[in-house]
């Protein structure tokens, strides 16, 4: 059975920093892409970023663009984001999520969830003075 769990959330304060982990297990993703989803309360799931492959590229959201870092240790079949210079607007559920199938890096279909086949259950993040 494929699972993928998030840790690492927790209450922050703005501009503060924050490192979520994914941990995979039931079978290897090193040869998948790996991303990082958010969803604030009333709002739809937005993609942060994107691992295509192992050294094969990185994509972010405008909106995490040299704040935030995906990593991940294929060794450990684990993924990371590590959140710099947090905003309250940052405050959200954060998710793993990995497609089983392979895009272009500036294609679309990166940041559409339904493009997805596997999620965590979320950690939530909170950016609160």
């Known amino acids: 059975q494929v699972q993928l769990v998030e840790s690492g959330g927790g209450l922050v304060q703005p501009g503060g920093s924050l490192r979520l982990s994914c941990a995979a297990s039931g079978r290897s993703f090193g040869g998948n892409p790996m991303a990082w989803f958010r969803q604030a309360p009333g709002k739809e799931r937005e993609f942060l970023a994107v691992?295509?492959?192992?050294?094969?590229?990185?994509l972010y959201a405008d909106s995490v663009k040299g704040r935030f870092t995906i990593l991940r240790d294929n060794a450990k079949n684990a993924l990371y984001l590590q959140m710099n210079s947090l905003k309250p607007e940052d405050t959200a559920v954060y998710y793993c999520?990995?497609?089983?199938?392979?895009?272009?890096?500036?294609?679309?279909?990166?940041?559409?969830?339904?493009?997805?086949?596997?999620w965590g259950q979320g950690t939530q993040v909170t950016v609160s003075s």
């Open positions: 691992s295509t492959l192992n050294g094969g590229g990185t």
């Open positions: 999520a990995v497609p089983m199938k392979h895009f272009l890096l500036d294609d679309p279909r990166w940041y559409a969830p339904n493009e997805y086949d596997y």
